[in-house]
């Protein structure tokens, strides 16, 4: 699939059908998020893959739930998760992205550089995912803290977001987008 068509067509999945994603085609998918440009090449991402029904299960009960018309309602994402036969879970080195090589912070941004950097590997995860015949949905809303401690994670990285990997059980809905010309500004904001 070629890249405009990908970024085009790639939706949100948040049904999946239970057929398992093999070893190769998992890895095809890290290594594209892998090639993500990052802060000096620091690559501060890191990877969780979760088979695991329970461990999944136990994650996607950390997802915050959503209010809807005045009432807490489940994360759509909750389902995925369960239904999805891969979870990938991206975390963060802290103290890279955004640091000269001795650790100093070099932006203005503070050290929220990582989440620049770990988006765009997550982008070319979800990218490669849907060339592939996959299906992904990024998820936020959820408690990091509660999903580091399920999964392990050691002091010094964040866990950042997560998304099911799978073969979609239906088509992603297709979101309206603004007209460019109401968000692109030529020489100053406003023009």
Avoid at 39 to 67: H, M, P, Y
Avoid at 88 to 110: F, H, Q, W, Y
Avoid at 112 to 125: G, K
Avoid at 142 to 155: M, Q, R, Y
Wanted: hydrophobic share 45%; aromatic share 8%; charged share 25%.
């Amino acid at each position: 699939m070629e890249v405009l068509e990908a970024i085009k067509t790639r939706r949100s999945i948040r049904h999946y059908k239970t057929d398992t994603v093999d070893d190769k085609t998992v890895q095809t998918v890290l290594e594209a998020a892998h090639w993500a440009p990052s802060w000096g090449n620091t690559q501060c991402w890191r990877f969780i893959v979760v088979r695991d029904a329970k461990t999944r299960a136990e994650v996607a009960d950390s997802l915050l739930k959503i209010k809807f018309d005045n009432e807490l309602v489940e994360n759509a994402a909750t389902i995925a998760i369960k239904q999805a036969p891969v979870l990938i879970v991206l975390c963060a080195e802290m103290g890279m992205a955004g640091c000269s090589p001795d650790g100093i912070l070099v932006t203005d941004k503070g050290d929220y550089w990582f989440m620049f950097d770990t988006a765009l590997a997550m982008e070319n995860l979800t990218l490669a995912a849907h060339a592939l015949g996959l299906g992904t949905v990024i998820v936020g809303g959820f408690d990091a803290g509660k999903t580091a401690e399920i999964l392990g994670v050691p002091e010094g990285l964040r866990v950042v977001t997560m998304t099911p990997l799978g073969f979609p059980d239906h088509r992603g809905q297709i979101s309206p987008r603004k007209e460019l010309s109401d968000v692109i500004f030529n020489e100053k904001y406003g023009q």
